[in-house]
Nanobody, 128 residues
Framework: QVQLVESGGGLVQPGGSLRLSCAAS????????MGWFRQAPGKEREFVAA????????YYADSVKGRFTISRDNAKNTVYLQMSSLKPEDTAVYSC?????????????????????WGQGTQVTVSS
């Protein structure tokens, strides 16, 4: 059974940092694109960042560019999201996702329908 399990969420003050982790089990995703998405209350799920299997191609949403960094450790089957300079508008449930198909990463990986496996999400709250 494939599982993606996120961790590292919590409450942080504006300007603070958090590091999210997403550990995959049940199969390896070392040759697959992985992504992070978020969903705030009353809003649709939105793209945050995606990383190709080797880390050579990375996309960010404009709203997080320069503040968030996505990375991965294929030996650990884990993807990370380092979040800095957090703002109240970053408050959301953050979920990681995996594309089950071995294919080149491209702009389609900004869409939720390119991903086949999803974690349950971890809450990030930015508030003073």
């Amino acid at each position: 059974q494939v599982q993606l399990v996120e961790s590292g969420g919590g409450l942080v003050q504006p300007g603070g940092s958090l590091r999210l982790s997403c550990a995959a089990s049940g199969r390896t995703f070392s040759r697959n694109t992985m992504g992070w998405f978020r969903q705030a209350p009353g809003k649709e799920r939105e793209f945050v960042a995606a990383i190709s299997w080797g880390g050579g191609t990375i996309y960010y949403a404009d709203s997080v560019k320069g503040r968030f960094t996505i990375s991965r450790d294929n030996a650990k089957n884990t993807v990370y999201l380092q979040m800095s300079s957090l703002k109240p508008e970053d408050t959301a449930v953050y979920s990681c996702a995996a594309d089950s198909t071995v294919q080149a990463m491209d702009v389609r990986h900004r869409r939720t329908d390119e991903y086949d496996y999803w974690g349950q999400g971890t809450q990030v709250t930015v508030s003073s």
